[in-house]
């Protein structure tokens, strides 16, 4: 017994050990901290709200991104979780990914990319129960690349390019640089009452022409002034979510330029998307009180 039982431990840590890229490790809503997940089948994944990662937390490639068992939540994100937490509509979410870089070793590797955020609501009002590869979900959150705003260095290796002399600040840099790996943003206020699943995204175009998707479920009980049976918002199944035309993208072109909005579906018209520094902070000092 022992024998066997050392072997798994060396095997878990060996699997842990293999994380290239990252994890989310902690979110929080209703100002109180949650646990996330690993990237293996631990005990402690069944206590999370966030689904699994896959071994090697390895990233969507362009090539599947119309497999919804994919990327709608990772590669070993599309079974569920028994585990549901409760927020409100109009509240802020704030998730943590655990990476592999940075002075730490815990932050999230790659710079050049952006951030999104969706929503779907679960069949039969049960994330627990729910295959994400029939989610059908609608955007509310998305920072990508500002021209107007210097690039930021910091911490990180190797310039995040984009546009000429990799002049301006991509989202994914601003939420390592800036913001310590976490990632802002708000649940919309006007959304009816029900189980969803908050998908949190990076993509990044380090790699010429093949973006790579990472996202990440967590599976949320939204409770809402909303009277029930309003209706969602506009949905777009998850096997659609991205075109070939929103793969094509050159970020080492001196006359690069990145259209958010040509990624993705249209930001729900409810989405605040005012995440950031700030929301955590408010987060925060709301907490405190």
């Avoid at 990237?39 to 919804?68: E, H, L």
């Avoid at 955007?139 to 990508?144: H, L, R, S, T, V």
């Avoid at 049976?229 to 096997?239: D, E, I, Q, W």
């Avoid at 330029?257 to 605040?272: C, E, M, R, T």
Wanted: proline share 7%; glycine share 10%.
């Amino acid at each position: 017994m022992f024998f066997k039982s050392s072997t798994i431990a060396v095997v878990a840590s060996m699997i842990a050990g293999a994380a290239a890229h990252g994890t989310v490790d902690v979110f929080s809503a209703n100002y109180q901290d949650y646990q996330g997940a690993d990237n293996w089948a631990s005990a402690a994944n069944a206590n999370s709200a966030v689904r699994q990662f896959p071994a090697n937390t390895g990233y969507v490639a362009g090539g599947d991104i119309y497999n919804p068992s994919l990327i709608s939540c990772g590669m070993a994100g599309h079974a569920p979780t028994p585990t549901v937490v409760t927020t409100q509509a109009g509240s802020y979410v704030n998730v943590h990914w655990k990476g592999s870089s940075g002075p730490d070793g815990n932050s999230w590797p790659h710079p050049e990319g952006a951030v999104f955020g969706y929503m779907a609501p679960c069949d039969n009002n049960d994330c627990t129960t729910f295959d994400s590869a029939n989610a059908n979900f609608f955007k509310i959150f998305q920072d990508g690349h500002d021209m107007t705003v210097p690039n930021e260095q910091g911490w990180i290796d190797h310039m995040p390019y984009g546009g000429a002399n990799g002049a301006g600040l991509w989202g994914a840099t601003k939420s390592m640089v800036d913001e310590g790996s976490w990632i802002v943003m708000q649940i919309p206020g006007d959304i009816p009452a029900a189980q969803y699943l908050l998908r949190v995204e990076h993509v990044s175009y380090h790699e010429i022409n093949a973006p790579q998707h990472y996202p990440a479920c967590i599976q949320l009980d939204i409770t809402s002034t909303t009277p029930n049976g309003s209706p969602f918002p506009a949905l777009t199944p998850a096997g659609q979510l991205y075109s070939p035309e929103s793969e094509i993208i050159d970020i080492y072109q001196p006359d690069f330029q990145y259209d958010i909005n040509k990624v993705g579906p249209v930001l729900y018209a409810g989405a605040s998307n005012n995440g950031g520094t700030n929301a955590r902070r408010r987060h925060h000092a709301e907490a405190s009180h």
